[in-house]
């Protein structure tokens, strides 16, 4: 899946629906982050991996790089592990939008003041305490779109991972 919008598709409805509140959350709530789709994660980043999101068969884990942001929710928020900075949840009918966005919001917020002080983690800082590898982490190659018109002018579009390709002469 080149995207979170295809790979949102192909998750079983309870899954989907879940996932993609939170994605719409943080697309909304976070403006400037950058969301990209990698080894079944949807990875979103503001200057570096700022959170990623993890669907399982019947759960759902959102890693947070900004530890303090965290710290000040684990006794809001059940199962919060500050080891690996992550929430797991259990119940994907009872999701804590209001406070996932208060974390979307103050990890903005916090990742901007990192920049300016010049106290940014490496993407391999972050992947580490994440337990996630730096293969799994790595975005996909970019789509090429080549639109085709028939003879009645209707367009096909033929959707081909960028690769190297062989002239044709």
Not at 69 to 85: C, D, G, I, S, T
Not at 120 to 133: D, F, Y
Not at 162 to 168: E, F, L
Request: charged residues 30%; glycine residues 2%; aromatic residues 4%.
């Amino acid at each position: 899946m080149s995207t979170v919008g295809d790979y949102l598709q192909n998750l079983p409805p309870d899954r989907r629906v879940a996932m993609a509140k939170i994605c719409s959350l943080i697309r909304r709530s976070a403006r400037g982050v950058r969301e990209s789709m990698r080894h079944a994660m949807a990875f979103y980043e503001l200057q570096g991996p700022l959170f990623a999101l993890q669907s399982q068969e019947k759960s759902m884990i959102l890693f947070v790089a900004e530890e303090t942001v965290l710290e000040a929710f684990k006794e809001k928020l059940p199962n919060v592990n500050l080891v690996q900075r992550t929430i797991l949840f259990n119940d994907l009918n009872r999701i804590p939008l209001d406070h996932i966005e208060r974390i979307v919001r103050d990890s903005v917020t916090a990742r901007r003041s990192r920049v300016a002080n010049g106290e940014m983690p490496t993407q391999a800082q972050m992947l580490e305490i994440w337990g996630i590898t730096e293969e799994a982490a790595k975005a996909p190659p970019p789509t090429v779109r080549i639109s085709l018109k028939s003879r009645d002018e209707d367009t096909i579009e033929l959707i081909h991972d960028a690769k190297p390709m062989k002239k044709i002469h």
